[in-house]
């Protein structure tokens, strides 16, 4: 009986595995045969056909009808002839198989991934207003560049993208605004929509802004000036974009839930048709080889064409190894922080010590007198140092001010804890991770985002009296200094995985609490026409690529050359792999400056490194005149470890800095 009570289990178990093969292989055979979106790239025509080149679609269509006999018209999603040679269809992984045996096809990609968002003050912060700012030295704002910005759309009637006073659009200008005449202008002189890979019907979606993140952004990049801008009356003052005088053009290929690989790859062949001289992609997503890349291959492209790619680096730090859009050809703009708090809350402490943090919640009948201070995680779980739901004791907590960590829970939650337990007010104190960063939330009691150094020094002061004390004042605006040029810790770090030896991010702009238009919201019971945002991609419109913005650039003159290993790439940054013991680095340089100018090198490197730069001087004679030289770093002792330095040439006006990292250990980068 034992016998045949096995033999049908195990009877039993082996159908379970046919069942189950069976199953996983029809489950396997549907998805072969599911429509999903590809991006096909092909062999150029043969010395750039002009019939191919301007019959794409219906060369395209037509290479689409060799792989299956219905209308190839309803599959073809787009067709791409300027910033790469194909198209982008909806196939079957057998039909995309079968279209790769094609002669002209060279590569299909998969096109599953969708992308994220990455998301007043500010030009006096970046010294652009003032006597020596550097919209006086230009003198011209930005006025005659072409700004593309491809993401969610605008917003196109605010008082940022009026076009009152501004000039005609260049004559390269080729481009055209699908809004209603009364919202086109010379600010706003193109707007298009490309969402057909994500529709299930072929239907135009305007370039209406649903989201508020590309009118934040275009605002922030070329927005008009607006006097008396604020967000329910705070920050008032005259707001104005990077570049005030610079023409916007907008390319929506993102809705709130996605945004598309050849959605974005349409918007970017656009904008390089269209005429823009800039193009700001605030967008990341997961690494991919560059060439499965549509933002590494278009860039690529459009960068070659004398077109300037700025990107986001992303929002996912402050880990390392999480960077998007890390291409050397692109630029890589990482989120700092500016010197201006919107919504300050100090805490005073009863020894006197003062520390500052934000909350934007501040209630008018708010007495700052001195309140007995608790603190749970000292003399409880984690939990109750957190003030999870449920986790505070009400006979500890009644009428004082309480401390939570940050983590386990929502910020607001914590809030709500400590007030269903009797508490008058909070303190959030953030964990390591979180940094400097604080949040103003809008919380349901009198309460203080900090900084988790400060949070140490609050629990020290806790920890050294029998009777801790603390008070909270809210002072609405202030500046602070100390806060500004720090990273956010939100803003994704490098190094990066595909370039181990090219720095990544490039550089780093204002991110963190930006101020700038947003289509209609009710804030507060008001309708506001601004709000304040944190993300790279407010970064991505500030700081050094202001210049690029404002003052016109050549065309980039790509010259063929031999490959080179990644630390010999001609980078203004410089990494250099020192794990067996010496290097070479080379970098090409053009003088853009005064005709005749000299520069002396001054190098700085770690203790155990010897760096040499020969020559140590140039001189030059004309402008785009270009000098070779060469750095020689040497280990000579020390602890292996990797190490920070820089190297400046300084003329008499001049300095120009480029960062170095020393990768000293045995082991990569990425």
Known sequence: MGFKRASLLQYLCILIIIYSFNFSAVAANDDRNKLQNYIVFLR????????????????????????????????????YNTVVNGFAARLTEVEAQELLKHPWCVRIILANNRYKLTTTQTPKFLKLRGYNGLWRRTKNMGEGMIIGIIDTGIWPD????????????????????????????????????????????????????????????????????????SVSGN???????????????????????????????????????????????????????FYNDPISIAG??????????????????????????????????????????????????????????????QPNSWVPKMFPLVY???????????????????KQVNGKIVICDRGGSTRLGKGLEVRNAGGVGMILVNSKKDGYDTIPDKHVLPASNINYFDGEKLKKYIRSTKDPVATLVFKGVVMDNMRSHSIANFSSR?????????????????????????????????????????????ACYSDDKIEVIIQPLPPVKCAKTKAVPQEQLNYPSIVVPLSTGNAVIYRTVTNVGDEKDSYKA?????????????????NFTRVYEKKTFKIVFKWVGGSKANGFGDLKWISKRHVVRSPIVLQLAAQTLA
């Open 602 to 618: 001054k190098i700085k490197v770690p203790k155990g490194v010897s760096a040499t730069v020969i020559p140590d001087t140039l």
């Open 376 to 394: 749970l995680g000292k003399v409880s779980n984690i939990k109750s140092g957190q003030c999870l739901n449920g986790t505070l004791d009400q």
């Open 494 to 538: 490098g190094p990066s995985r595909r370039n181990a030896f090219i720095l990544k991010p490039d550089i780093a702009g204002p991110g963190v609490n930006i101020l700038a238009a947003v289509p209609p919201t009710k804030v507060e019971g008001e309708i506001s026409h601004f709000a304040i945002k944190s993300g790279t991609s407010m």
């Open 158 to 229: 605010h008082p940022s993208f009026s076009g009152k006073g501004m000039p005609n659009p260049p004559s390269k200008w080729k481009g055209h605004c699908d809004f209603k005449a009364k919202f086109c202008n010379n600010k706003l002189i193109g707007a298009k929509s490309f969402l057909r890979a994500g529709a299930e019907e072929q239907k135009h979606i305007p370039p209406f802004d649903t989201v508020g993140h590309g009118t934040h952004t275009a605002s922030t990049a070329a927005g008009a000036f607006v006097k008396n801008a």
């Open 235 to 289: 920050a008032m003052g005259l707001a104005s974009g990077m570049a005030p005088r610079a023409h916007i053009a907008v390319y929506r290929v993102c809705t709130e839930e996605r945004c598309e690989e050849p959605d974005i790859l349409r918007a970017i062949e656009e904008a390089v048709k269209d005429g823009c001289d800039v193009l700001s992609i605030s967008l990341g997503d997961a690494l991919k080889p």
């Open 300 to 361: 690529f492209t459009a960068s070659h064409m004398g077109v300037f790619v700025s990107t986001s680096a992303g929002n996912d730090g402050p880990l390392p190894y999480t960077l998007s859009n890390d291409a050397p050809w692109l630029l890589t703009v990482a989120a700092s922080t500016i010197s201006r708090r919107f919504f300050d809350s100090t805490i005073k402490l009863g020894n006197g010590l003062q520390l500052d943090g934000e909350s934007k919640y």
């Open 44 to 79: 150029p025509a043969t010395d750039n056909n002009t019939f191919v080149l301007e019959n794409a679609e219906k060369w395209h269509n037509s290479l689409l009808s060799t792989v299956f006999k219905n209308s190839s018209a309803s599959r073809l999603i787009y067709s």
